[in-house]
């Protein structure tokens, strides 16, 4: 029988207040090399305190209360510092949750795929970047040699988050431990790095901990599945056996999240933002190509596409971050400046943005309270008293408690933070949002919840969202209109009703396909309908037809 390679013993966690809260509360597993445990449950349930807390490591005001961490017959709770730094990096790797704000900009991609293999002295340099080159081959990125001379601004996030998984593995590591990796990815690019996790997986024989709030992603990857509610666990089987029959309400809440009755609603009549003609490109490569687009007051507007199809730069052109090369965008008849620098304080409130990534969209320096009451301050012009009231009814609509205004970014989990910047959004009382991918980084169950109070919140202020999101749930959810992205150009807009009806074009049903199901297997049957389909255009190409 084969040792076990990871056992957790009845790991408590407490936060280190006065009053310590307990945070993870008695966890226990084991995992065996080669096998792969998902960790699945609510934003603030203990995943990602559970995944560092393998490494022997808690996020600031948190502290491992009791329980044993054994990985090959040491206790991480009992080791030093020093020891446990020898062990990071070598022997258990951590690939995080947002590649963009784990990764160093001012330090090219190589160097940092590289560094822990030199520093724990595994290569030599010359070995360490062919060992380097060999992983991104691996992970079936771009031109390697080139790639890893490249800054981590100059790729995609889906290429980004694979750099991540080369990093992780060029030490050779016996446990990956992955923290949300694909959280951020559109359908298409997640689809790639799930294929690369299972592939790496199964090559390398290493032992994962897949940490995620999405239940159709981990069935993809996991032998076994634990789920997790307020820092307890709640159920633990075999991925099939949980799939098909769990034995928990809150599992099977989560299996069968109930979808909203929302029927989208037609679109005619005088927009509240109206985008006409606008290009922009980034150095030499265009980025955005003749995007006209409207969206009615009370109305929203989905926008999807993969990732580097423009739909984060189309927000951006919008609030002013990124001046457009020709166009307008119009809100309620008066054109907007081109540049943000330029707008009125009205014009700057009327037009909110929600961020992607909310690691770093929030200042790590300033408290909850504090970052919200600065737009209450500064648009509204609330006055210090009103504030504290303002803001706990704030973070009260979005699913948080008023608590967490005295915290710092860095003690609350990412479906947290995310929740954070939708009130911060909402604090300035907007005419638009543009709403960046707001629910990405939540679980099934609270994202259900956040979208039905966006719906409320539309329907009592006549509020318009443009919402950038790679998930198709989503955008049957919320949206009245989508608009599909390719390379800076709408190849599809319309009500959702028609425009993701057959017949499709090829670039939609492709994202259409690439959205992950709730069973075991599935991944492997998409990936299979992809070779045969190579085959058949190879086959095509070396047998024209006449």
Request: proline share 5%; glycine share 6%; with cysteine.
């Amino acid at each position: 029988m084969t040792e076990d390679l990871l056992r957790v013993e009845h790991l408590t966690v407490v936060s280190c207040d006065k009053q310590p809260r307990t945070l993870v509360d008695n966890v226990s597993f084991t995992l065996k090399p080669g096998e792969v445990l998902g960790l699945i449950g609510e934003s603030g349930a203990g995943k990602s305190t559970i995944g560092l807390a393998i490494l022997g490591h808690c996020r600031q005001g948190m502290k491992i209360h009791s329980g044993k961490i054994m990985f090959q017959q040491q206790d991480f709770t009992q080791l030093s510092q020093r020891r446990l730094r020898q062990i990071r990096g070598r022997h258990i790797a951590y690939v995080a949750q947002s590649a963009g704000a784990a990764f160093n900009p001012a330090i090219p991609l190589g160097e940092q795929i590289i560094e822990a293999a030199i520093q724990h002295h595994l290569y030599q340099r010359q070995q360490a970047q062919e060992r380097a080159i060999e992983l991104l081959t691996l992970l079936d990125l771009p031109d390697p040699a080139q790639f890893v001379l490249r800054y981590p601004h100059q790729v995609s996030g889906g290429q980004l988050q694979r750099a991540m998984i080369a990093m992780a593995l060029c030490s050779g590591p016996e446990l990956l431990i992955f923290d949300e990796p694909t959280t951020a990815l559109d359908v298409t690019t997640q689809l790639g790095v799930l294929k690369a996790i299972v592939e790496v997986i199964r090559l390398s024989g290493v032992a994962a901990i897949y940490i995620s709030h999405d239940l159709a992603v981990v069935a993809q990857v996991s032998d076994q599945i634990m789920v997790l509610q307020h820092g307890k666990m709640v159920e633990h089987a075999s991925t099939e056996q949980l799939l098909q029959a769990p034995t928990q309400d809150y599992t099977r809440r989560l299996l069968n999240v109930q979808r909203s009755d929302h029927h989208p609603r037609d679109c005619q009549g005088q927009a509240l933002l109206r985008i006409d003609n606008v290009s922009t490109r980034y150095h030499a490569q265009t980025v955005l190509q003749h995007i006209s687009l409207a969206i009615p007051p009370a109305r929203t507007l989905a926008v999807i596409g993969e990732s580097g199809a423009g739909k984060s730069t189309l927000g951006k052109v919008i609030c002013g971050l990124l001046p457009p090369e020709q166009g307008v965008v119009h809100l309620a008849q008066f054109a907007l400046p081109r540049d943000l620098r330029h707008r009125s304080r009205e014009q700057l409130r009327d037009v909110q943005l929600i961020h992607q990534m909310p690691d770093t969209a929030l200042d790590p320096k300033a408290r909850i309270g504090q970052q919200i009451a600065r737009v209450l301050v500064c648009f509204n012009h609330a006055s210090r008293q009103q504030c504290p009231a303002r803001v706990a009814e704030l973070l009260r609509q979005v699913g948080l408690s008023p608590e967490l205004a005295n915290r710092f970014p860095a003690s609350l989990s990412g479906g947290q933070k995310q929740r954070v910047c939708i009130a911060r959004a909402l604090a300035a009382a907007p005419k638009v949002i543009i709403c960046d991918e707001p629910t990405s980084a939540l679980d099934p169950l609270v994202a259900r919840d956040v979208l039905a109070l966006l719906r409320e919140i539309q329907q009592q202020t006549g509020i318009a969202y443009l919402f950038i999101t790679h998930d198709l749930h989503v955008v049957r959810e919320m949206a009245d209109e989508v608009a599909v992205l390719h390379r800076g150009k709408i190849v599809r807009y319309g009500p959702v009703t028609e425009a993701l009806r057959e017949p499709l074009d090829d670039y939609t049903r492709e994202l259409l396909r690439a959205l992950p199901e709730m069973r075991v297997g599935w991944l492997e049957e998409t990936l299979g309908r992809q070779d045969k389909a190579t085959m058949a255009d190879h086959d095509t190409l070396a047998h024209p037809l006449p």
